[in-house]
Structures are given as structure tokens and as C-alpha cells.
């Protein structure tokens, strides 16, 4: 079960009585700008792994374990 919240849900629920609407605003864009900017540097992290690995695989031959005579 996954319990989180996005950044600009979070922002919203706190007391924002000192802040003008703009800054406020100004937040929640940022906190959204942020997480996605996280969002595709993850994505681009799992994609180039995976690339790397299949191209491992590929140079690596398989080598198969030995059975042993007794």
C-alpha cells in the first residue's frame, strides 16, 4: 500500500495564512515542476539500466555450470 502524497497535496493542507495567494501558488508549481523533473530523471535511470544490461548479456557469454564427475 503506497501512503503519499504528491508535493502540491501537502502544500495545500498547510496553514498558508502568511503567504499570499501568489506565493502560494508559486509553491505548489515548483513542488509539481520538481517531482516531475524527479519523475523523468528516475525513468531515464530505469531505461538506461536496462539497456546496459541487455547489452552486458549480450558481450557475456553464457556460461553454464560444470557437472562435476564422482
Known amino acids: 500500500m503506497n501512503n503519499s502524497q504528491r508535493l502540491a497535496e501537502l502544500i495545500k493542507g498547510i496553514d498558508g495564512s502568511y503567504l499570499t495567494e501568489a506565493e502560494k501558488n508559486n509553491a505548489i508549481v515548483s513542488a509539481e515542476r520538481s517531482e ?22 549480450a558481450l557475456v557469454p553464457s556460461i553454464q555450470p560444470r557437472k562435476h564427475q564422482a
Open 36 to 57: 516531475t523533473m524527479i519523475e523523468v530523471a528516475f525513468y531515464a535511470y530505469k531505461s538506461v539500466k536496462k539497456g546496459l544490461v541487455k547489452v552486458k548479456n
